[in-house]
């Protein structure tokens, strides 16, 4: 009998242990998951890039180019635009367009004609970069790093994704980084198009 009673008890002891540890274990995982997504949540808020302004070039009545200012948002980290891509489309048509090398223009001592530097692509699948703000140089031709303080204009031909853009055309897109908040591209162009720069959507 007493030797039964002390195999119980022993097995009962055990049996708490294992489930003890059962539950501590699930209360660390738990509490280390809840952790990270809390962390992935902030950084996926407060990263990424800002449109400042998009802006676009009247030719003949047609907008042939168009540039989006960016911004990195308060608390982003550095954002490579080798990585970032551009979603742009009409009720007909949408491109996916990526960086090109070959269109990277400096523009940090000024531009005399923004729409007539090399920084728009001809192909349909190509985006430039126009750099007007980068205190450290991280936006580089071949490394263009976007981070805190600095302000790139994306260049993009119209006319090589859809043969330029008439009157009453809505445009919708997004510009996506690898990591962080996506950039809503969304305007409407004018019934007339009057002046040769025309502000398209503005923050």
């Known amino acids: ?6 195999i119980i008890f022993i097995a009962m002891v055990l049996t708490a242990g294992i489930v003890a540890y059962v539950i501590l274990s699930t209360g660390s995982l738990l509490e280390n998951q809840s952790g ?14 800002k449109v400042s302004t998009i802006q676009g070039h009247n030719s003949l009545g047609l907008i042939d180019k168009i540039v989006i200012l960016i911004t990195p948002r308060a608390g982003s980290p ?72 600095d302000s790139v204009m994306l260049a993009i031909n119209t006319t090589a994704i859809f043969g330029g853009i008439n009157e009453n055309v809505n445009i919708v897109g997004n510009v996506i980084p690898e990591e962080g908040a996506w950039c809503i591209i969304q ?10 720069i025309l502000i398209l959507q503005e923050e």
């Open 1 to 6: 009998m007493g030797i039964g009673v002390m």
């Open 187 to 196: 305007f409407r162009t004018p019934s007339s198009f009057v002046n040769p």
């Open 36 to 49: 990270s997504t809390g962390t992935q949540t902030i950084k996926e808020v407060s990263s990424g890039l």
């Open 78 to 149: 550095e954002i490579d635009l080798n990585g970032v891509l551009i979603e742009l489309s009409e009720s007909n048509q949408k491109n996916i367009l990526k960086y090109s090398s070959s269109n990277w223009v400096d523009g940090r001592t000024g531009l005399t004609s923004l729409f007539d530097v090399n920084a728009f692509s001809s192909a349909s699948s190509e985006f430039g970069a126009i750099v007007l703000v980068d205190d450290d140089s991280s936006c580089f031709q071949t490394t263009p790093v976007v981070n805190r303080g």
